[in-house]
């Protein structure tokens, strides 16, 4: 038998870290090839759609991912099961691809564009909304309890590799004269691979399963389900709004304000009369900090056992104070140096928020209520950078530049609630595990 699949009665530290792991790996490569695509889009729709274009269908994005994640994501993924809500997601979340391919046909006729691609948005928010609640729960239930910061810290290294290997693949491919709409067909059709290997993980791999897990009875979960009796549409609702979540949104809203500014506004820093010049340097920037993050994500679980969350959150307020002083003081239009150092702080901050983020919301909810945590986590998310992509539009100035005195203070006025958040929220296992763990762990 394969070790990824072996389940026995007896704690082995072998099967254990071993269990399920192509499973896993399965899933990472399909998120992969989905993002790897889908980085591509997001980076460069604010420089090829009317900036009134491209914030309305961003922001509408991130409206309806957070809707859906509100009210249906977590209730698909428990009928459906988080094998087949992956698949389904897979499916969905390229509509967005298809709709800027789309738009790129009318240039001039705004009007039109904004039809195409608001839809095209919904669509892809109700995709991508279910697949990462379901990618929570399939992650959660195939870990080990010592190996789920391992596994998530690999799971987003790789999957961060996807803004490397997307955009430089791109940047070459401009390079060799494609036009920028025979690109993004070619990246979308290499994204649709993703749900072959989806619907392999559903029809023919086990459920999610976890046998070193405590086990506990019907009843027992029954009973430590904070949401019992409440209706299942409003599941998520409930446990966005406790307290213990409402800690841990400051830092939910760094990721988010990191993903609209990164996606949205830092590559309108350059703006020089070569087009083409420009395309390929926004593309090594989101290369810059795709390498960023995946070499932050693969440090990050052992980090965090060697200094805890509280501590990595910490550090990510010092990198903020790094970028902001960087941007506001450093003269960063048309200066590729200083936007690449913009990348990586921006890179490393994502690289550790992300994974605290999967951790703490894994381990500090009951087992019984994961789907509903994890659907919390991500509208929070959502939400947060819809708000912050429909206001970029009014934080450029004069000049069509990101305004650094309105982003500056509140970047920074969101990580300093991010640390405050995260030091009074109660932690379990994302602390530090003590040594037997530590040797199972990295055994």
Known sequence: MDPSEQ????PNIRARKYHRMWDLLFVTVAFFVIY??????????????PHSVAFAALGTLHLSLSFFYLFAASAISDRVGSQCGMFLGSILSVSFNI??????????????????????????GLGVSLMWASHGVYFYRCSPPERLSKNTGVFFALFGSSGI??????????????????????????????????????????????????????????????????????????????????????????LAANSAFDSGSLPLFLQSEDVSSDLQAKLLLRAIQGAVDMVTSFSAGKLTRMFGTRS??????????????ALFWGHPVNRFAVLAFAA????????ILVNQSQILVGTSFPSSCTSQAYAGYKCHLSLGGSIVMYSSALMLDNQGFPNMSIWS?????????????????????????????????DA
């Open 7 to 10: 389940t026995p009665l007896l």
């Open 165 to 254: 290997v997307g955009p430089m693949a791109s940047s070459l491919l401009i390079q060799l004269g494609m036009d920028i709409g025979n690109v993004f067909k070619a990246v979308t059709a290499v994204a649709c691979t993703a749900p072959v290997i989806l619907f392999y993980i559903w029809k023919f791999r086990p459920e999610p399963s976890n046998p070193y897990s405590p086990v506990q009875s019907e009843v027992q979960s029954r009973q430590q389900n904070p949401l019992r009796g409440i209706p299942k549409v409003l599941k998520t609702a409930h446990l966005m709004v406790s307290p213990k979540m409402l800690l841990l949104v400051p830092m939910f809203l760094v």
């Open 312 to 325: 990595m959150v910490a550090a990510v307020f010092g990198v903020q104070l790094l970028l902001q002083s």
């Open 344 to 351: 990586m702080c921006i890179g490393l901050c994502d690289g």
């Open 36 to 49: 790897s695509a889908r980085s591509i889009v997001l980076s460069l729709a604010s420089s090829i759609l």
């Open 99 to 124: 709709g800027i391919i789309t738009a790129l046909n009318f240039n001039g006729n705004e009007l039109l564009q904004t039809m195409i691609l608001v839809p095209a948005a919904f669509l892809s």
């Open 409 to 441: 203070p509140l970047y920074l006025a969101i990580s300093l609630a991010a640390v405050f958040g995260v030091y009074n929220v109660p932690l379990k296992s994302s602390e530090p595990v003590n040594a037997a763990e530590e040797r199972a762990s």
